[in-house]
C-alpha cells in the first residue's frame, strides 16, 4: 500500500511579482459570451473552446460563442470531461449527457444507485480506457467505461470528529497512481484505484482547511489549505517526514480553484480576492485584481474558474466576464520592461535605437539619463555602461552606428562620441580624422547609415545637407541641399537609409520630398516622388532591402515597394485600414517575411501571399508603442525592435506564428430554411430539398479571425472556390444527383488543411425521374402502345368486318330489291308485249312505279357510300326530304324538328344506313297502317346522346300482340346492330311513338 503524507512547501507571501505582468482582453455580450456564472474550461481535440456555465454549454472557435442550452434540452453544466474520440461528456443538474461539437446530445441513463441521490454531477475525471470518476455533493463513484457502477462512496452517514455531516465534495484529481484526492468540506480524504477504503489524512500538527487540489506535471499532487488561517501550499510526498514553513498572516483566501501552468506555477481562483499566481522554487506571488482604470485588467475579483490550454493561452472566469491573457504564451521576450537597469531608478529606460554586438548582446541608447545600455539576449540582464558617478557619464543617447573594427559612432544631447565595445572606452568624435567642425560641435546626429563599401553617411538635426565618411580611404564628403551646390543632395536631411545590390543607396526624410537616390556608377542623386491618390506625398520613416533586392517604403500612410529596374513606385497596404497611423521600421527576413512596427502595432506583411497580420497587447505584446531601434540576428532569424520601456525580441519564422492549423469543421447545415440535424458524413434528401447552407468554422483561439475559406462541391463545381473570411456559403436550385462538399482553411492562402472527412450529399430524383418509375413508365407506355395497337387493330378489323357486312347488306340489297325490280320490270314487260294496248298500260304503270322504286333504293345505296353524307345535318335533311314526299302524298302532316348542333356530329356510314333504315320503315309504317293525320319527328342531340323520336296520332297497336311481317323485327335489329335503345309507346285508339337513343359520336 503506498502511503502519502504532506510536504508543506511554502506560504503565500503576496509581494510585487518581478516577472512580466498579465494583461487580459474581455470578451463581451456583443461576441455572445453569456456571463454566466462558468464552473469550467476546457478544449476539445477539434480545438474548441468549451464553457460548463448555468445556462448551458458554450462552445467558441475564436471567433464567435455558439450556445447549447435550453432549447438543446440542458439547463446548469458543472464540468465538461473531453474524450479522444471527439464527443464530450458534461455533467449537469440532471445527470450526465454526451454530445459532439455540433450539439448532438445524448443522456447518458444512470445506475438508481447514482440516480436516487437526485444531485446535480458537479467534477468529472477519468482514467484513460480504464474508468470514469463523478462527484456529487454526495457521493463519489466509479464508473466503467460503459458507465456501469463500480463502486460507490457515499458520504451521508459519515460523521467529523464533532459530529457534523460533510455535505460538499469541493475538489477531486486523480493522481499518477490512478489515486482519486478528495476535498470534502475542508477535510482530505483518498481512495486507492483497487481495493481499499476511504482513508482521510491526519497530520500531526494543526489540521488544515483544504480548499483545492492540483496535479503537476511530474504527476504529484498539490493542495492549497489554511493553517491557522494562513494560505499555504502543500505537495504530497511519500517520505515519513512532515516539512512546513511558517506563513505569515496574509487573510483567509477562499479559493475556488488551483491549477499548474505550463512553466510550473500555480495559478489560484478566488472568491472575491482575484487572481493569484505563485511560483513555488522563487517563492514568489503576485495577485491581480480589477481595475476600473486600466481596460487590460481582470474584468472581476470572483473568479470561478482557471484554464490554460494548449496554446499557453490562460483563461480566466469571473462574475463580470471571460478573460483571456497570452502573454503566457507569447513569443515576445521583453528586457528592462518592469523597472529600471539602474536599481536605484525607476523611470522607463525610453529606449531610442538598438544594434547587435555579438550573437547574443545588444547595445542599446535611452533617451533618459541611462544613456547607453548593454543588455544580454539569452538570460535578460542588462546593465548601464556609463552610470551616474563615471567621470565619462554619458545620457539622452539617440543613435547609434557601427564605425569600424570594434568601434560605434554614439550620438547623445551632450555630443556625439566613440564607443570602443572591447575597452568600453567613450572618445569624442573629434578623435576621427578630417572630423568636419559641425560634427565636432554638440549637435545631436539625427541617422546614420554604414553602407556595403564601408562609407558612413550621417544626417544631423537642423543641418541642410549630409555627411558622407570614406572609412578606407579616411576622407569626408559634405553633400549640400543647396541646388548651387557642388554636391546635390535633393533631401533636407535624411532619417532612414538601405541600399539595394547594385550598391545605390536610398534616403528617406520624415518631412522631405520623396527618396533621394543614390547611384553608386554616376555618383550622384536622384529624386523619386511618391504620391498619394490625392497628390499628397507622404512622409518616409523607414526603407529596407529584402533578400530578394525589393525596396520597401515605410510611411504615414502605408507600405510602398520600390522597382528599381522600372523606377516605380507600388502601394502595397494603407496603414489607415489599421489601428496605426505610421510605420516606423521595417525588418526584413529570408523567408520574404517583413516585420513592421507602428505607432500602435506590430505587422507582419508575407511578400509571397500577400496576406497582412497585425499583433497587439491581446497577442502577447506588454505594450505596442515602438520607438525607431530594430536589428536583425540571422543566426538566431531573432528580430529586435525598441520600446519606450526597454525592447522586445522573438524569433521571427518559429511555428507559434505559423502554427498547424486544426482541420475545419462544418458546424450546421440548412436546407430549404430549417437547421438540419449532423448524424454521420453523408445527407439523403428529397428532389424539393435542394437550397443549402453551410455554416463552417475553423477552430483557432489564436488567429480564428484571419483564418481563410474556400470550398467545393464535387458533382457541382471541381475548382476551389475562394470564400475570404466568410464562415457560411449557399447552393440554391440544386440538381438531383450526389455530391461532396470539401472544405478547407489557411492563415497565409499558400498551406491548407482539408477537412478531415468530406460530407457526402444526395439529392435524390423526383419518383417520376427515377430509374424504376421511368422503367415502369416505359413497361406501362409500351403496354399503352401495344394495347392502343391492339386496340386499332381490333377497330380495324372490326371495321373491315362491318365494311364486309355492308357490302354484304348492299350486295343483298342489291340482288334482292334491284334485282327482283329489274327481273319484274323483265318480266311485265314481256308480258305487256304480248298483250293488247288497252291491257298492257296497267303493266307498263307497274314497271314505271317499279322503276322509280329501284331508282330510290339506288339513290338511297349512293348516299350511304358517299363519305360527304357522314354528318347527322345531312342525315337530318335526307330524313325531312323522305317524310315530306311519303307523307303529304298520303295527306298526312308532316312536322320535322332538327337541333343546328347535330351538323359537328358524325356517324360511321353502317350507322348512318341503318338509322336512316329504321326511319323510312317508320314513316312508310305510319302512312301505311296507322290512319293518322299527323306526324311529327324530333332529330335533336340530348347530353351525350342522340335521340329521334317519332310521333303519330294513328291507331295505334297492341305491343302485346306478335306482328306479322319483317318491319318491326328489321327496325329493332337495325338498332342492336348500331348499340341504339329503342322505345316505344303505343296503345289502340292513343297513337304510336318510337324513340331511338344513339351515342353521339364527334
Known sequence: MIRYFFFLLLSLHFQQLSAQPLKFSHFKIQEGYTHNRIHQITTDVHGFLWLATDIGIQRFDGSSFTTFGIKNGIDTVYSILPTPSGKLIAGTSRGLIRFDYSGQIEQIPLTDAIVRHQEPVRILGSVPGKSYWLATSKIVAELDTNFQVLRILSFNDFHTEHGNFIREIKSLVLDQYQTAWIVWKGKLFHLKATGGALETWKSELTQPYFNSLAIQQDGSVWAHALFNSNDSLLKFSDDYKIRYTQAGRTGQDSSVLMTFLHDGRICLATDGKGLIIADPFRQTTIRFLSNSDDEHSISGDHISYVYEDANHLLWVASTKGLNKSSVLSSVFKYILYSGSADSRRFDPPDIQDA?????????????????????????????????????????????????????????????????????????????????????????????????????????????????????????????????????????????????????????????????????????????????????????????????????????????????????????????????????????????????????????????????????????????????????????????????????????????????????????????????????????????????????????????????????????????????????????????????????????????????????????????????????????????????????????????????????????????????????????????????????????????????????????????????????????????????????????????????????????????????????????NNAAKHSACTFVKVHFRQDQKQIRLSIEDNGKGFELSKSHDGNGMKNIQSRCREIGAKLDISTLPGTGTRFEILLKAIK
Open 355 to 923: 544594434v547587435l554586438l555579438n550573437d547574443s548582446t545588444a547595445l542599446l541608447s535611452s533617451y533618459s539619463s541611462l544613456g547607453l545600455i548593454k543588455a544580454d539576449l539569452k538570460s535578460g540582464n542588462s546593465n548601464v555602461l556609463f552610470p551616474n558617478g563615471n567621470p565619462n557619464h554619458l545620457t539622452h543617447t539617440l543613435r547609434l552606428c557601427k564605425l569600424q573594427n570594434n568601434d560605434w559612432i554614439i550620438s547623445s544631447l551632450t555630443g556625439n562620441y566613440i564607443f570602443n565595445e572591447l575597452d568600453q572606452s567613450l572618445k569624442s568624435i573629434r578623435v576621427i580624422p578630417g572630423c568636419p567642425e559641425l560634427l565636432k560641435q554638440a549637435i545631436p546626429i539625427l541617422a546614420m547609415y554604414h553602407d556595403q563599401l564601408n562609407r558612413v553617411w550621417i544626417s544631423m538635426v537642423n543641418i541642410s545637407g549630409i555627411f558622407c565618411y570614406n572609412l578606407n580611404e579616411k576622407s569626408w564628403k559634405f553633400y549640400s541641399s543647396a541646388p548651387s551646390g557642388l554636391n546635390f543632395f535633393p533631401l533636407k536631411s535624411f532619417s532612414c537609409a538601405t541600399e539595394d545590390r547594385d550598391h545605390n543607396i536610398y534616403f528617406g526624410y520624415v518631412n522631405g520630398d520623396g527618396l533621394a537616390i543614390f547611384d553608386h556608377e554616376k555618383q550622384n542623386f536622384s529624386n523619386e516622388i511618391l504620391r498619394e491618390k490625392d497628390n499628397t506625398i507622404p512622409r518616409i520613416h523607414d526603407l529596407a532591402t529584402d533578400p530578394g533586392g525589393k525596396i520597401w517604403i515605410g510611411t504615414s500612410t502605408g507600405l510602398y515597394s520600390y522597382n528599381s529596374g522600372e523606377k516605380t513606385i507600388s502601394q502595397i497596404f494603407d496603414l489607415r485600414q489599421t489601428k496605426s497611423s505610421i510605420i516606423k521600421r521595417i525588418v526584413c527576413t529570408e523567408q520574404s517575411l517583413l516585420w513592421i512596427t507602428t505607432d500602435n502595432q506590430l505587422l507582419r506583411y508575407d511578400s509571397r501571399s500577400g496576406i497582412t497580420n497585425e499583433f497587439g497587447l491581446e497577442d502577447g505584446l506588454l505594450e505596442t508603442n515602438f520607438n525607431g531601434g530594430a536589428f536583425l540576428n540571422q543566426a538566431r532569424n531573432q528580430v529586435t525592435f525598441t520600446t519606450s520601456n526597454g525592447i522586445v525580441s522573438f524569433d521571427a519564422v518559429q511555428s507559434k506564428f505559423f502554427h498547424t492549423l486544426h482541420p475545419p469543421l462544418i458546424t450546421g447545415i440548412w436546407v430549404n430554411g430549417e437547421e438540419q440535424s449532423i448524424e454521420g458524413n453523408e445527407i439523403q434528401l428529397s428532389h424539393q430539398q435542394n437550397n443549402i447552407r453551410f455554416r463552417y468554422t475553423c477552430p483557432d483561439v489564436l488567429n480564428a479571425n484571419g483564418i481563410q475559406f474556400s470550398c467545393k462541391l464535387i458533382g457541382f463545381n471541381e475548382d476551389w472556390v475562394n470564400l475570404n473570411l466568410e464562415r457560411e456559403v449557399y447552393y440554391s436550385q440544386l440538381p438531383s444527383g450526389k455530391y461532396k462538399f470539401q472544405l478547407r482553411s489557411s492563415l497565409d492562402g499558400i498551406n491548407w488543411k482539408e477537412i478531415s472527412i468530406p460530407l457526402s450529399l444526395t439529392i435524390k430524383l423526383p419518383v417520376y425521374k427515377s430509374p424504376v418509375f421511368l422503367t415502369l413508365l416505359s413497361i406501362i407506355f409500351l403496354s399503352l402502345v401495344f394495347a392502343l395497337y391492339s386496340h386499332r387493330q381490333r377497330i380495324k378489323l372490326r371495321q373491315t368486318i362491318l365494311a364486309h357486312d355492308l357490302r354484304n347488306d348492299i350486295s343483298r340489297d342489291l340482288h334482292d330489291d334491284i334485282g327482283s325490280a329489274i327481273s319484274s320490270i323483265a318480266l311485265m314487260s314481256d308480258l305487256a308485249a304480248h298483250m293488247p294496248a288497252d291491257k298492257a298500260s296497267g303493266y307498263m304503270e307497274k314497271i314505271a312505279e317499279t322503276a322509280r322504286g329501284l331508282i330510290e333504293n339506288m339513290n338511297d345505296i349512293i348516299w350511304v357510300i358517299n363519305p360527304g353524307n357522314d354528318k347527322l345535318e345531312s342525315v337530318s335533311a335526307r330524313m325531312r326530304r323522305f317524310g315530306s314526299t311519303i307523307l303529304e302524298a298520303k295527306n298526312i302532316d308532316f312536322h320535322f324538328e332538327g337541333d343546328e348542333i347535330l351538323e359537328n356530329i358524325s356517324l360511321p356510314m353502317n350507322v348512318r344506313r341503318n338509322i336512316y333504315l329504321v326511319f323510312k320503315e317508320l314513316i
